[in-house]
Every structure is written in structure tokens, then in C-alpha cells.
């Protein structure tokens, strides 16, 4: 069921809209059909007995057999028969509703003479065990139901010492509720209300997706401001705040990078001062020990700087064809004697808004880590329109399984020594993360089955992905 529900507000709400125009539908539908076999009963009974009593005077008047078979046909009807018996067609006074019509015709034959009456309501096709005379009598009458259910009323007047007017009401069968004609009253009221949903609710939801689609460029790092002057008060108000936020978020980043390139830029005449007196000591083993920590100092500044200028924002966002920049890439890297080769790409030209200087250093970071440890990098791209994915494989021993999300902090390393030549300063996949996470994507790392690390880059192209 919830793959048929739509994922879209609009959809939704005009899902929701037509669910309760049917239901609305469907309670007005059956009340009126109620009322209307009521009305058309009241109005059938009403027939019957005026006509009856109608034609009971007439008959108190006419003595002649062919006047009065006249008569009897003159006021049948193909629903209202009357035939003259020497017995009623109502056995008994019938109850309810019965007792109340036999008083208002007793009313309307007041004053014409003696008349006893008798009327029943119900079922007048039901044929009970043995048929009694009175459906004999509405055989031979010519009054024959459809079905033995349909409902009628029966009238018996004596209008002699042995002689009783009968008459036979068959009220028409309730017709279904949902004829031709409600089911395109239905339809019609459904076209006018999804077309006023859609029409409205696009209005309504436009700011909305304009609100989205600002979102993701700012999770690529680009500069959006949203118009504060369209659209209802709620969004104008979700526009202004998601403009105020987004400055606050700009100007958080930008002071802590510029506090972050002061302090490590600040570090280098400190560390400078520390070595030209390292250089005076007389102790051969203590210099050597004290330039060597030194020189980690002077590694952590400059990673501090690295780090510093590849999360800067400054850079402008252009489209690039990822596959051309992860071919670039290769290129360079076997340029410099590593083995790093790319998978041919099965999806088409993958076009991605980015910082291409920065997402290129990230990627960079990625594929010389694998170069490193592995000995040689794999490169796979493919995307689905939404999402783009790159993989990079090495062959290399892997990482412990509490490292593989560890190895993302600043200056955490997975190879033991700190040595500069054998594993960097530790900035590397934090610097790659950052630049990735400040386009709208993400790196994680996980050991291969086969041996070996794989690092999955995945980045959005700017698909509508809600």
C-alpha cells in the first residue's frame, strides 16, 4: 500500500483530497437514495389510496357490471391494479405504518358510507407455503413482482354486503445507489478538485522547492540567497530564516579557517627562532633530538595550513565533467610512475557542480593513500542521475576494523611511526572528507574481500532525490 501512496506533497494532498471527496461522495449518495425510496413510497401509498377511495364512491354509485369493470380499468395503472373480489386481499389488518394508512383512507371515505378497510405493507411477491387466496388473487389480477422481494402495498374496501375492492401497489425497486449518473457526477467532482488541488498546491509548494534545491547548493559550498518576498507568510519566513542561517554558518566557517591559518602561520617564526638556537647547542645527540621535533612541529604547521586552505569556500563553483577531472587525475598520478588506472565508465558523462580545485585535491589525497599503503589505485565511476560513486582499490593489507572510521580524524594515522616519508602528518583523509563533505557527499573506507582497502566517494549531482 505504501508504494501507491505518492511521495510528493502535492500528490499527497490530492490524495488525500479525493479520499475525502469519495467518502463525501458515497454519505451523500446513500442518504439521498434513502430519501428518495422514501419519498417515492410516500408518494406511491399517497396514490394508492386516493385513487381507492376515489373509485370506491364511484362504485357506491355505479350498479352495472360494465360500468364498474370500466371503472376498475380506468384507474389501473401498470404498478396499481383493482379488481373486484368476494374476498379481500387482506386477510388481516396489517401494523405500524399499515394501521396509519388504513386511518387516513377510513378519513378519506368518511362520510360516504359504511367501509370497512384493511391494508398491509411488505413483501407482496413472497409466496408463503401453499399460496393463499390473496396471491391467488394477484395472479389472477395480473399484478405479478419481479422479484418475490419487491415491495408494495395491498387495499381492501368492502363496497358491498359480499363484495370488497382490492388494489395492489407494486413501488418501484430500489435502484443502486451508483448509477451512471452519480459515478460521472463523481468523476467530475474529482477532475475539478485535483485540478484545483494541483493548480494551488504548486503554487504553494514551489517556494518549497526552490527551498531544497538552495539547500543542496549550499551543501556543495555555493552562496545561495532565497527571495523573502514571495510566496505566504510561512514561506517568507522559512525563506529569511534559512537566509540568516546560512550567513551564520558562512561567517562561522570563515573564522574558524582564519583562525586556524593565523595560528599555523603565527607557529613558523616561533619554530624558525627554536632552530637557529637548536643549531648552537653543543650536544650532537640533544641537537639531533631537538631539530627532530622541530621538524614535526614545522609538518603540523604546514598541515595546518594545507588543511586551512582546502576547506576555504573561495574557490567558485563551476559544472565539470567528473569522469574527464577522475581521468585528469590517473593521468598525473602514472606521470609521477604510480599505478593508478580507471575502469571504463558504463553510465554516461556524469556533469557535477563542484570546486573543481579542491574536489580534485580531495581525490588526490584518496588515490595517493592507496598508492601508498596498496601499491597501486583502481578508480570505478558510475552515477544513477541522483548520485554519483566513485570507488578507489588497492591491494594493500587493509586497516584494523576500529580504525576504518578513526583514520578521518586530524593527525590520526594508521601506519605506527610519524615519520613524514612512511605516513604523512595524518591530514590527509581529513582534508579529503572535509572538501567532500562541504560538496554534499561523503568518503567511507572497508576492507575488501578479497584483500586490500576500498575508499567509496559518493557525491550528489543535484537529482531530486526527496
Known amino acids: 500500500m505504501s508504494r501507491l501512496w505518492p511521495r510528493s506533497m502535492t500528490g499527497q494532498l490530492v490524495a488525500i483530497l479525493l479520499l475525502a471527496l469519495v467518502l463525501a461522495q458515497l454519505a451523500t449518495f446513500a ?3 434513502g430519501e428518495r425510496q422514501s419519498t417515492v413510497e410516500a408518494i406511491g401509498r399517497e396514490q394508492v389510496l386516493e385513487r381507492a377511495a376515489a373509485l370506491a364512491r364511484l362504485l357506491d354509485e355505479t350498479t352495472e357490471p360494465v360500468e364498474r369493470r370500466r371503472a376498475l380499468r380506468a384507474f389501473s395503472t401498470r404498478r396499481l391494479r383493482f379488481w373486484l373480489a368476494d374476498e379481500a386481499v387482506v386477510e388481516e389488518q396489517g401494523e405500524g405504518p399499515a394501521v396509519r394508512l388504513a386511518r387516513k383512507l377510513a378519513d378519506l371515505l368518511e362520510g360516504e358510507g359504511e367501509h370497512e378497510v384493511l391494508t398491509a405493507m411488505g413483501e407482496i411477491g413472497r409466496q408463503p407455503h401453499g399460496m393463499p387466496r390473496w396471491h391467488r388473487q394477484l395472479h389472477d389480477a395480473g399484478v405479478e413482482p419481479r422479484q418475490p422481494t419487491d415491495p408494495g402495498l395491498l387495499v381492501a374496501i368492502r363496497v358491498g354486503p359480499e363484495s370488497w375492492l382490492n388494489a395492489a401497489m407494486l413501488l418501484p425497486p430500489e435502484r443502486p445507489a451508483f448509477g451512471l449518473a452519480p459515478l460521472v457526477a463523481l468523476v467530475a467532482a474529482a477532475l475539478a478538485v485535483s485540478l484545483a488541488a494541483v493548480l494551488g498546491l504548486r503554487r504553494l509548494t514551489r517556494p518549497l522547492a526552490a527551498l531544497a534545491a538552495a539547500a543542496d547548493a549550499v551543501g556543495r559550498g555555493e552562496p545561495v540567497e532565497l527571495p523573502a518576498d514571495r510566496g505566504p507568510v510561512e514561506i517568507r519566513r522559512t525563506a529569511t530564516a534559512f537566509n540568516r542561517m546560512q550567513a551564520r554558518i558562512g561567517r562561522a566557517m570563515a573564522e574558524r579557517t582564519r583562525l586556524l591559518a593565523a595560528v599555523s602561520h603565527d607557529l613558523r617564526t616561533p619554530i624558525t627562532t627554536l632552530r637557529l638556537r637548536a643549531e648552537m647547542v653543543d650536544d650532537p645527540e640533544l641537537q639531533e633530538r631537538m631539530l627532530a621535533t622541530l621538524d614535526e612541529m614545522q609538518a603540523l604547521t604546514e598541515a595546518g595550513l594545507l588543511l586551512a586552505r582546502g576547506t576555504s569556500a573561495e574557490e ?19 606521470d609521477l610512475g604510480a599505478a593508478v588506472t580507471v575502469e571504463p565508465q558504463e553510465s554516461g558523462r556524469i ?39 566513485l570507488t578507489i582499490d588497492d591491494d594493500g593489507p587493509g586497516l584494523p576494523e576500529d580504525l576504518l572510521e578513526r583514520v578521518f580524524d586530524p593527525f590520526v594515522r594508521g601506519e605506527a611511526s610519524r ?15 572535509t572538501i567532500l563533505r562541504a560538496h554534499g557527499g561523503d568518503v567511507a573506507l572497508a576492507n575488501r574481500k578479497g584483500g586490500g582497502l576500498r575508499a567509496t566517494v559518493t557525491l550528489p549531482t543535484g537529482g531530486d532525490d526527496i
Open 419 to 433: 615519520s613524514p616519508e612512511t605516513g604523512g602528518a595524518g591530514l590527509g583523509l581529513a582534508i579529503a572528507r
Open 31 to 33: 442518504i439521498l437514495q
Open 316 to 334: 567558485p563553483t563551476v559544472a565539470v565533467d567528473l569522469g574527464a577531472l577522475v581521468e585528469s587525475l590517473a593521468a598525473d598520478q602514472a
Open 351 to 389: 556533469v557535477l557542480r563542484c570546486r573543481p580545485l579542491a574536489l580534485k585535491r580531495a581525490l588526490r589525497n584518496l588515490v595517493e593513500n592507496a598508492v601508498r599503503y596498496g601499491g597501486s589505485a583502481r578508480l570505478a565511476l558510475a552515477g544513477d542521475g541522483q548520485r554519483v560513486t
